[in-house]
T-cell receptor, first 111, second 115 residues
Framework: ETGVTQTPRHLVMGMTNKKSLKCEQH?????MYWYKQSAKKPLELMFV???????ENNSVPSRFSPECPNSSHLFLHLHTLQPEDSALYLC??????????FGQGTRLTVV | AQSVTQLDSQVPVFEEAPVELRCNYS??????LFWYVQYPNQGLQLLLK??????LVKGINGFEAEFNKSQTSFHLRKPSVHISDTAEYFC?????????????FGQGTRLTINP
């Protein structure tokens, strides 16, 4: 248990669906991250929020939309995804200086 | 730009043998370094970290790593591995990029322990 909780753990969605991934941390961290982990590829940083402000968007397609309503919660809204978006989506949080704590991930399958 | 390179994508080792997983980094400023482990269908778990002080850091599960500034390396070692060490291992650095702290990962090394 790292203190970072992701829901759901598994998600299967059609290409026309809209769904959201949720991440929650009560560690008092001020930075939160979304990473995408595909098979045989390095971890890809998608979005970074520092103090609820988005500070990074690594050329992520607009079909992925992040939301950080407060410093404890982070969402990733999904719509009209493609099969190649199937992956493990990892959320993490950290203090300004220190290690990142990761959630268990959401295994997403787009059909 | 800051980057992390893990030189081996796969490392097969026999049980009870020693192992070293290599990590080199590139940065013009001081950074913090980490090793994470990922078991199948799990998130990443911190093994150990170097923030400052002693260059030899010890982590969980008997792992240790040595920070070498002159060689810009942070190799992970374990003197005797166990079957349960089979996992993916990631080296990462935390450093300032465009005014914000950013965590950058290497490509990962898959460690396979054979009986």
């Amino acid at each position: 248990e790292t203190g970072v909780t992701q829901t759901p753990r598994h998600l299967v969605m059609g290409m026309t669906n809209k769904k959201s991934l949720k991440c929650e941390q009560h560690l008092g961290h001020n930075a939160m991250y979304w990473y995408k982990q595909s098979a045989k590829k390095p971890l890809e940083l998608m979005f970074v929020y520092n103090f609820k402000e988005q500070t990074e968007n690594n050329s992520v397609p607009s079909r992925f939309s992040p939301e950080c309503p407060n410093s404890s919660h982070l969402f990733l809204h999904l719509h009209t995804l493609q099969p190649e978006d199937s992956a493990l989506y990892l959320c993490a949080s950290s203090q300004e200086v220190g290690e990142a704590f990761f959630g268990q991930g959401t295994r997403l399958t787009v059909v | 730009a800051q980057s992390v390179t893990q030189l081996d994508s796969q490392v097969p080792v026999f049980e009870e043998a020693p192992v070293e997983l290599r990590c080199n980094y590139s940065s013009s400023v001081s950074v913090y370094l980490f090793w994470y482990v990922q078991y199948p269908n799990q998130g990443l778990q911190l093994l150990l970290k170097y923030l400052s002080g002693s260059t030899l850091v010890k982590g969980i599960n008997g792992f240790e790593a040595e920070f070498n500034k002159s060689q810009t390396s942070f190799h992970l070692r374990k003197p005797s591995v166990h079957i349960s060490d089979t996992a993916e291992y990631f080296c990462a650095l935390l450093g300032p990029i465009q005014g914000a702290q950013k965590l950058v990962f290497g490509q990962g090394t898959r460690l396979t322990i054979n009986p």
